[in-house]
Structures are given as C-alpha cells and as structure tokens.
C-alpha cells in the first residue's frame, strides 16, 4: 500500500518551453500533496503544498507562475515548469498523504529529473 | 520555524556493524519524527517513524529513540549490510503540516 507514481521519470526539453509533471496516489486517496525540489547531494526543498480542490501554497522564495501546481482530483496532482531555463534543470519530487492512511506519514514517489537544454 | 540539524554528513562501517545518525530539532510542537532512505536517481523510501508518546520503537535491523526533553532523535542501523548503504534523511513535523529535513546522512557499507 501507500504507493505514489510520477511520470515522466526524466525528461529533456528545450530552454523556452513548458513542462508537466504528474504525481498520482496508487492505492489511497491523497488529500495533500507536496512537491520536492532536490539539488545533486543537497537535502529536500519543500516548492509548494497542494490540497486537493484548492491553491497550492507556495513557500517563499518559489514563484508561483512559473510552477504551476493543479490538485484537481485525490489522486493527481500536476507540476508544470513554465518557460523552462537551464537553472530549473533538477530531481523533482512528489509526496502525498491522505485517506485511508489516516495519518501524517508522506510517501514519495520515485522523482523526475528534468533536464533543460 | 522549525530547524533539524543532522549529523554525520557521512559514515563509513563495515558490513555486520552497527550505524547511528543523530538528528536535533528545534520546535518542541513537532511530534512527528520519520526517517527516509533514498538511493541514488530514486525517491525518499520510508523506513521508520516516531510519534512523540512513545520514546523508541524498532522493526527488525532498524530503531529509532526519541529525547523529547532534550529535542533529539536518533536512527540505529545494527548489522549493517552493503544493501544499506544510500543517504539517509530525518525529518520533523506536526500533524498534517509540512515535514523539515535534515542535510541527510551518506552511510556506506563497505564488505
């Protein structure tokens, strides 16, 4: 139980252009959602909390228009890297708790690393 | 907010010791302690966690020990093996707010 997926695992896109990350609750319904920026050897770097139906919460320093979070159903959440720059090029991280689970344990799913050339 | 501080950034043993990382936190409302492992190109793994009624709990080769009196808690590793070597996270939360991270550990096991 307690499985969280995303797709893609990697991507390559072009400096300029848009990309989307999914992140999906398996097997339980993910009432929150967060999404993780990872630096190489760096600790986990909380972007935005998602409640599903509601705003992401963006935490300082995160700008919001350039990383569009949609929560739209329990068990999905999207990530989108808008006007993608080689500085955004990291491991992109999703966690999610919710019900049945009944506590505050996040499970992550297994990363996408977005690459921008 | 809350602050978590972990140490070692590295450990280094040999297979059938036993390896303990330490973290320390900040905010006495936190009751909520877990740890990760996440291999290399691959997601955080949950191993253990800790709610703060309890001081120590343990599944199979892995324990965790809470001092909350003393705002700390360790991850024990005993008869470590090669498979156990990744990087190792502790976090700290409240609830169903956000966890804080440590910097990770980097444990190798070397047979």
């Known amino acids: 139980g307690a499985v969280v997926s995303q797709h893609p695992s990697w991507v390559i896109c072009k400096s300029g252009t848009s990309v989307k990350i999914e992140c999906r609750s398996l097997?339980?319904?993910?009432?929150?959602m967060f999404w993780y920026r990872q630096f190489p050897k760096q600790s986990l770097m909380l972007m935005a909390t998602?409640?599903?139906?509601?705003?992401?919460?963006?935490e300082q320093g995160v700008e919001k228009d350039k990383f569009l979070i949609n929560h739209a159903s329990l068990t999905l959440s999207t990530l989108t890297v808008t006007s993608a720059h080689p500085e955004d090029s990291s491991f992109y991280i999703c966690?999610?708790?919710?019900?049945?689970?009944?506590?505050?344990?996040?499970?992550f799913g297994p990363g996408t690393r977005l690459t921008v050339l | 907010g809350e602050n978590v501080e972990q140490h070692p950034s590295t450990l280094s043993v040999q297979e059938g010791d036993s390896a303990v990382i330490k973290c320390t936190y900040s905010?006495?409302?936190?009751?909520?302690f877990p740890w990760y492992k996440q291999e290399l190109g691959k997601g955080p793994q949950l191993i253990i966690d800790?709610?703060?009624?309890?001081g120590e709990k343990k599944d199979q080769r892995i324990a965790v020990t809470l001092n909350k009196t003393a705002k700390h808690f360790s991850l024990h590793i005993t008869e470590t093996q090669p498979e156990d070597s990744a990087v190792y996270f502790c976090?700290?939360?409240?609830?169903?707010?956000?966890?804080?991270f440590g910097k990770g550990t980097m444990l190798l096991v070397s047979p």
């Open positions: 998602s409640n599903e139906g509601s705003k992401a919460t963006y």
């Open positions: 976090a700290a939360g409240s609830g169903y707010s956000t966890l804080t």
């Open positions: 097997d339980f319904q993910a009432t929150t």
């Open positions: 800790i709610r703060s009624n309890v």
């Open positions: 905010d006495s409302a936190s009751n909520y």
């Open positions: 966690s999610a708790h919710g019900v049945p689970l009944g506590t505050d344990t996040q499970y």
